[in-house]
């Protein structure tokens, strides 16, 4: 599990500190689907960037199963722990759909031939077929190159999805697929999903809710849409 306590986060620009997040204090666990909510500037996407291990909480700490953020080694954390999954998709764009997923795969040691089946099998596991494998992203719609992301994180073999905004770029039919699977993660894999939104939809799916408001977390809420 992730456990928050007392995090603050402080940007420092040139002329002036800027508080951003504010004595939050959470816990998140595998098996749930968690939504964070709030207004434009709260400061949601910077705390899943702490939890991404992108940044360093200026205070408090954030223990992910026991082991205290700092004492990881980040680039172990993000590519066996924790993938981040992105409005934008961010995949590779000179790597096909299957290339895509088989990159962090290899990374983490798997055989090139070891490594394709098992990418095969995460993109079926998400509707991505033998054709649409060989498509550069390019080739590929808004729903399809999501899709294709979220197998990527799967491939790292980690069990935490932290998603910011993952649907902000598909139409509803294409949302209403990207929730139903990182539901199914959730539900059939006991995967951790942490997701960052403005969209009700995405949020009325999860288990818990939880309310950034000014950099403060608010009272985590059991999802009064289910
Ligand atoms: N690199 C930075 N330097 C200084 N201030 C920053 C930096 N990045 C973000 N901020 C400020 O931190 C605050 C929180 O930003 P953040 O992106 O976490 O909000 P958010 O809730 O995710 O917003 P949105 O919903 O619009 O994405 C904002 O006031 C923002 O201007």
């Not at 402080?10 to 002036?16: D, L, V």
């Not at 998709?89 to 759909?97: D, M, R």
């Not at 990418?119 to 509707?127: D, P, W």
Request: hydrophobic share 40%.
């Amino acid at each position: 599990m992730i456990q928050v306590n007392d995090v603050g986060y402080t940007y420092q620009t040139k002329y002036q500190k800027v508080e951003v997040l504010k004595n939050v204090t959470c816990t998140f666990e595998y098996g749930k689907y968690y939504a964070i909510v709030g207004e434009s500037g709260s400061g949601k996407s910077t705390f899943l960037s702490l939890l991404a291990g992108l940044d360093t909480p200026t205070i408090g700490e954030i223990v992910i199963d026991g082991v205290e953020i700092k004492n990881l080694n980040r680039d172990e954390y993000r590519s066996q722990k924790a993938a981040m999954v992105y409005q934008s998709f961010y995949l590779f764009p000179l790597l096909t759909a299957l290339e895509n997923v088989r990159f962090p795969l290899e990374l983490n040691g798997l055989s090139k031939k070891k490594a394709t089946e098992k990418a095969r099998l995460l993109l079926n596991q998400v509707g991505i077929n033998e054709e649409l494998e060989k498509h550069y992203p390019r080739m590929l719609s808004g729903g399809e190159q999501q899709r294709v992301a979220i197998a990527r994180a799967m491939a790292t073999g980690g069990k935490i999805i932290l998603a910011d905004e993952p649907t902000g770029n598909l139409d509803s039919k294409n949302e209403k697929i990207i929730v139903h699977l990182l539901a199914e993660l959730v539900k059939k894999e006991n995967y951790m999903v942490i997701v960052v939104t403005h969209n009700p939809f995405v949020a009325e799916a999860a288990d818990r809710i939880y309310h950034m408001q000014d950099g403060m977390l608010g009272e985590e809420k059991a999802n009064v849409y289910l």
